[in-house]
């Protein structure tokens, strides 16, 4: 399978900013996600990133909050915007390349905001 | 809505003791059923598993599916300290995208 270079790692920021997380795969894919693991619970979908146009939410998640781009097919951002505490947690990207293949994950980016 | 439900939620045993975790589900459009294996952050690809009754490998973990109800088991054999995790059950539509259980935490203990 592909690799996924995400990045940050972690990061602490302070209430009231903004985060962008990159996501680069080495190789072409189809699809890319955006997940997110609150504290101690699973991981939560937050949207698909679309090769050249807007991604597409899950219910509870919105563009104001989560814009994302997908500007070709090997990279993805999701900025995690006005930030509060509750938007402490991991998140994740994904990818997979269609039919027969399983999706994988970037290394993931713990958010802690104070 | 999509569900999944792992079980146990969390167990504790000694090396050298044999696991099995569950996962049962319930998805419109139904693709394929995942295992992942989640130490830190980022969840490690297990097994993937599209068709019923055809039981998958590797090393000491296997998997299987049944489609008619619902339900997958990864077992754990000969369990060692490092296989201290979280096991995530995903379940993928169609679209590709994944709907995941709670987890099963499993501590190995020397």
């Known amino acids: 399978s592909a690799v996924i270079s995400q990045k940050p790692s972690r990061d602490i920021c302070q209430r009231g900013t903004s985060l962008t997380i990159q996501c680069q795969v080495d190789s072409q894919v189809t699809m890319m996600f955006w997940y997110r693991q609150q504290p101690g619970q699973s991981l939560t979908l937050i949207a698909t990133?679309?090769?050249?146009?807007?991604?597409?939410?899950e219910s509870g998640f919105v563009i104001d909050k989560f814009p994302i781009s997908r500007p070709n097919l090997t990279f993805s951002t999701l900025t995690v915007s006005n930030m509060s505490p509750e938007d402490s947690s991991i998140y994740l990207c994904?990818?997979?390349?269609?039919?027969?293949?399983?999706?994988?994950f970037g290394q993931g980016t713990r958010l802690t905001v104070v | 809505e999509d569900k999944v439900v792992q079980s146990p939620l969390s167990l504790v045993v000694h090396e050298g003791d044999t696991v099995t975790l569950n996962c049962s589900y319930e998805?419109?459009?139904?693709?394929?059923l995942l295992w992942y294996k989640q130490e830190k952050k980022a969840p490690t690809f297990l097994f993937m598993l599209?068709?019923?009754?055809i039981e998958k490998k590797s090393g000491r973990l296997s998997s299987i599916l049944d489609k008619k109800e619902l339900f997958s088991i990864l077992n754990i054999t000969a369990t060692q300290t490092g296989d201290s995790a979280i096991y995530l059950c995903?379940?993928?539509?169609?679209?590709?995208?994944?709907?995941f259980g709670a987890g099963t935490t499993v501590t190995v203990r020397a």
């Open positions: 599209t068709s019923s009754g």
């Open positions: 995903a379940v993928e539509r169609v679209d590709y995208k994944l709907s």
């Open positions: 990133a679309n090769q050249g146009s807007e991604a597409t939410y």
């Open positions: 994904s990818a997979g390349a269609g039919q027969n293949t399983e999706a994988f």
């Open positions: 998805v419109t459009n139904f693709r394929s």
